[in-house]
Structures are given as structure tokens and as C-alpha cells.
């Protein structure tokens, strides 16, 4: 089968290689011309994907940013042929699964959200590895959860790629959800660095493994996040405000001296995780 790929950073690189080493051919394209072509150069994709391939591919993956998503459906859909199915990989769900449904209705193609959960710190093609997904979860996002006959279509391709789990969401679920997994730990890790003490000698000596979990993301694409950060900002919102509540229940309990509060405070944190390990 010919599967397409709509951008060739460090996922789309990585679901082009992996799709090859599922035996399939491969057609990319990507805003960067050098991407593209290193791509091509070093067999990640076996040809470009222009207006006159996209017919021909069975299976579409869009890996870019939301907007540029976005863009790409409503600039290329009518291209897509009848009964492909195509499937964006982008970091939040709701604007682009509703132009993507309305699209493959329009069209006749099948669409369905989708977000592969697996990553590097480090993006771009160079970066990606048939390898990365291996074993993960992908979140399906379908228009109708009962389309069950589209739902093992996608599942089966998707585990020739390497996911080993699935979850079905709303576009709504995914992306409440994705506020408090991803958004807010890459948020808070970026502003947890920003204290005094990062990159003081004596704090980095005495810098251990919760240092470097905490700090692990905080390494980000500033631009990718902020797009991804405003176009989710009602639940990145209420995230925030409620972490923010909790911090200052913290720092009341430390500034009045009141170990009983903190000790509270600590072992009901403790508690929670203890539930989620279960």
C-alpha cells in the first residue's frame, strides 16, 4: 500500500520509516525542501508526495502543526481519493478533527483524529527512528465511536507501525485530557527552570534524578507549544488555575509553620499517586 506523509520532522519522519519497515512505499512532503529531500536521500520516504500522488496513497498521515493541519485538508481533501483513509497525528483534536470530518464527508475519504504518544526531546528528521513507536499508545479519535469497521482499519495499519495500545476519545476527552498529561508538565517544567538556582554550581552538584525529571521538558519548540498552548487554553486554563490553587495551599502551610497542614498535604498527594499505580 502507499501511505503519504504530511510533514517529515521527528514523528513524520518516524511513521514514514516505520511504514517502510512495515513494507510499504512511502510518499512525504514537507514545508522544508531540505527535509524533503534528505528524506528522500536517505530512503525515509521513496518519493514526494505532490497533488498527482496524493490520489494514489490508501493511507494519508498528517504530522505537522494544528494549523498547517488545518490548511492542509482543506487545500489538498478534494485530492484525497475515495475510501482513503486519513488520519492527523497533530497535538490537540477539536478544530482539526471537525475541518477533517467535514472534509472526508464532503469527499468520501475516512477521517479520524489521532495522537501517537511517543517522543524525543530532540525533533526533525534526523531525530526519527522506525523504532519510536513501538509498544505506545496511539489515542483514535473517531466521528462515530460505533464505526467499528473503520476502527480496526485504522488499528491494524497502526500496529504494523508499532503501537501496541489504543484508546478511543472524543475530540472534546482528548484534548481536557491532553491539558493535564502533556501541556501542563511541559509548562511547568519550562517555569520550574527558570528559578535562580538552575545552572548554580553548588545547586547543580546537588542535582539528582528528580532534578532531571523535573527539568526533562523543559527543553521545548517555543512556538509549537505556544500555538498548541493557546489553541487548548480554556482546559490549559482551568489546569493552571487549579495547580496554582494547590501551590498556594503549600506555601501557607510552609510560611505559617504548620507541619501538621504539610503533612496533610504531602501524604494526600502521595495517596493519589498510589491510586494511579494501581
Known sequence: MKIGIVGLGLIGGSLAAASKRAGHEVLGCDVSR????????????????????????GVILIAVPVGEGIKWIREKGGLVSCGAMVIDCCGIKREI????????????????????????????????????????????VPSDKNDIRLMARAKGFLEELGFGRFIVMTPEEHDKVIAFTSQMAHLISNAYIKSDMAGVG????????????????AY???AMWTDLFMRNRDNLIGELKGFIGELREYLEAIEGEDAERLTGLLAEGKRRKESMSQ
Do not use: Y
Not at 527535509?35 to 497533488?51: C, P, V
Open 220 to 222: 521545548l519548540d517555543e
Open 202 to 217: 553548588a545547586g547543580m552538584a546537588l542535582s539528582g534524578g528528580a532534578f532531571r525529571d523535573m527539568t526533562r521538558v
Open 97 to 140: 478533527c471537525e475541518t477533517g470530518f467535514a472534509a472526508a464527508q464532503e469527499h468520501g475519504f475516512s477521517f479520524m483524529g489521532g495522537h501517537p504518544m511517543a517522543g524525543k526531546q530532540v525533533g526533525g528528521i534526523k531525530n526519527s527512528t522506525a523504532g519510536l513507536f513501538d509498544g505506545s499508545t496511539f489515542a483514535l
Open 34 to 57: 531540505k527535509t524533503a529531500g534528505f528524506a528522500k536521500l536517505s530512503g525515509t520516504i521513496d518519493w514526494e508526495l505532490t497533488d498527482g500522488t496524493i490520489p494514489e496513497c
